[in-house]
């Protein structure tokens, strides 16, 4: 077979390999070896002088993103295609240095370039102002949560560090001790002294044995933490989103919810001490008269037949300014002397009227964000106001609930698409959060892979932080997931559905919520000393 042939097959290979953690559940260890073909298409491609290999790898990503994210298209055709490109570009390009790096530095440093540069580029990409981080390779755990407990240290970040850690090492052993043609590196199998042959197998055993042996450990012998307890009912109304404003009024929305809600909470009964409604469920809430909402008066009004009983919703907020010149640069004009700025919030009231607003900030970029305002409000202007201009928060608050006794359990509330930042959410627990909820509407992507990996990315939040979470979507997959990240209860898919249980209270604090992302933050100095390096040992051979 040629070359080319050679090299399709392993990219096709790659593809499958690492979509496999991303698309079946419990199949999260196919990613430690995952990787693995992409390494042996670059040593095919250096032994045999291919030209242009950039474009290799690029499809082999983009072939990754389009079978594991293509469900983005059901909502945004061209925000799906644009996602998948641009995230497959980032990757090749961090090829691309390690192949630049590799002419310049031992090949040893080069391959450790390629992973610590990898990591940065995953750790720097949660700040990014256009971010899409959904492939972060320590995801590839998030349905193997047996394997991920140790997550509680590292974050997700220490599950890429293992990845590459392993696919690296059986890459070198699989060179040094298997005849592969035009692959294997036959010298280097038969020049090594004794003790090192049996270093890199060894090495490799305990790379991919430790971190499974640790984390099965914790998993078995895990207790859940906090002795208090907060009862939820949470209510999944189950409306189809592209028709949600034209099928059904505000008001009828209000009803359905409200008579879900009764049926697990009847009136004269506070029995679940929190309810839970989805992400963006109502928009009729004006920030300066949030209690003269149509809304926000219909929940009063259940509200008082259970005193004693908070609820948690979304809602579109919007906040109108009477005034000449643009109160900020994200303000729609609606007239000649008004504008409005828009938010994707949570709100938190009880029957004292008591309201507590929370406003999304990891927004999506294009549906909800325009990205670099300065420059892309003008050019959205032109085209006719096409991108979500919502404003979010700078910083973190929490939600309280307040119970009869006077006691205030303070949650923390991630919208949506926040629950996929892992250090992000450690800082609802640094603000006091003792347990996490999540609001979401996932309904955009259609029966896909799309909300069942957004669902496990909820698990892995749970160990991060070891909180319960209440997680609440508009047409499933509603959840109550425990501090391990195993689902205990869940709703059905695109079903009407309430779901009533118990979720535990917990105010110690873990290594990666106390020290934040250590794995990233060292591997991004790693690769800034490397890069320095790879200029400077040049000067030095030469002289």
């Not at 590459?164 to 692959?183: D, E, G, K, P, Q």
């Not at 009407?496 to 917990?506: D, H, P, W, Y």
Request: hydrophobic share 45%; charged share 20%.
């Amino acid at each position: 077979m040629g070359t080319k042939g050679r090299l399709a097959i392993l990219t096709l290979v790659f593809t499958a390999l690492m979509s496999v953690p991303f698309l079946v559940p419990h199949c999260g260890w196919v990613s430690l070896f995952g990787i693995v073909p992409l390494l042996l298409m670059d040593r095919i491609a250096e032994r045999e002088g291919v030209r242009h290999f950039f474009w290799w790898y690029y499809l082999a990503f983009l072939l990754w993103n389009l079978a594991t994210t293509w469900w983005v298209c059901n909502a945004t055709v061209a925000g799906g295609l644009f996602a998948s490109a641009a995230n497959a570009l980032q990757m090749a390009v961090i090829f691309a240095l390690f192949r630049i790096v590799r002419k310049r530095l031992p090949e040893s440093a080069a391959y450790i370039f390629l992973a610590a540069a990898w990591i940065c580029w995953e750790h720097l990409y949660f700040d990014a102002e256009i971010s899409w981080p959904w492939l972060v390779l320590g995801n590839s755990f998030a349905r193997t949560l047996s394997l991920a407990q140790w997550y509680e240290w590292t974050g997700t970040l220490g599950g890429s560090l293992w990845i590459w850690a392993s696919n690296l090492l059986i890459f070198f052993c699989l060179r040094r001790y298997v005849s592969l043609t035009s692959v294997a590196d036959d010298e280097s199998r038969t020049s090594a002294a004794p003790w090192r042959r049996l270093l890199l197998p060894v090495s490799t055993a305990l790379v991919l044995v430790v971190p499974v042996l640790v984390s099965v450990l914790i998993y078995t012998g895990y207790r859940e933490r906090g002795e208090e307890t907060l009862d939820v009912a949470i209510a999944q109304p189950n409306f189809d989103p592209y028709q949600k404003f034209q099928s059904m009024t505000q008001a009828q929305q209000n009803d359905v919810l409200l008579r879900i809600l009764d049926g697990v909470v009847p009136a004269g009964k506070s029995d679940a001490l929190l309810l839970i409604a989805p992400e963006t469920f109502t928009s009729d809430i004006d920030l300066k008269a949030v209690q003269a909402s149509p809304s926000w008066r219909s929940f009063h009004e259940f509200l008082e037949k259970r005193p004693g009983t908070n609820l948690l919703f979304g809602a579109v907020t919007r906040e109108y300014f009477f005034q000449r010149s643009r109160p900020s640069v994200l303000a729609r004009k609606l007239r000649d002397g008004l504008w409005v700025e828009s938010h994707n919030s949570a709100l938190m009231t009880d029957a004292t009227g008591r309201t507590e607003i929370f406003h999304k900030s990891r927004l999506v970029v294009g549906v909800e964000k325009t990205p670099y305002p300065k420059l892309f409000t003008k050019i959205d202007d032109m085209l006719g106001g096409v991108m979500g201009r919502d404003i979010g928060q700078d910083e973190i608050s929490l939600l309280n609930v307040y119970a009869p006794d006077g006691t205030v359990i303070p949650v923390g509330c991630a919208i949506c698409y926040e629950s996929v930042y892992g250090e992000y959410c450690t800082g609802y627990v640094r603000k006091g959060a003792r347990a996490l909820t999540v609001i979401t509407n996932d309904a955009w992507w259609g029966d896909t892979a799309g909300y069942r990996q957004h669902l496990s990315y909820a698990s892995l939040r749970a160990i991060e932080t070891r909180r319960d979470i209440a997680r609440c979507g508009n047409t499933g997959i509603s959840a109550i997931i425990d501090q391990r990240g195993r689902i205990l209860k869940q709703t059905p898919w695109w079903e009407e559905a309430s779901l009533k249980g118990t979720i535990r209270l917990n105010d110690s604090i873990t290594a990666f919520v106390r020290y934040g992302d250590v794995t990233g933050r060292a591997c991004t100095a790693l690769t800034l000393l490397i890069i320095l390096a790879s200029l400077v040992w040049p000067l030095k051979r030469k002289s």
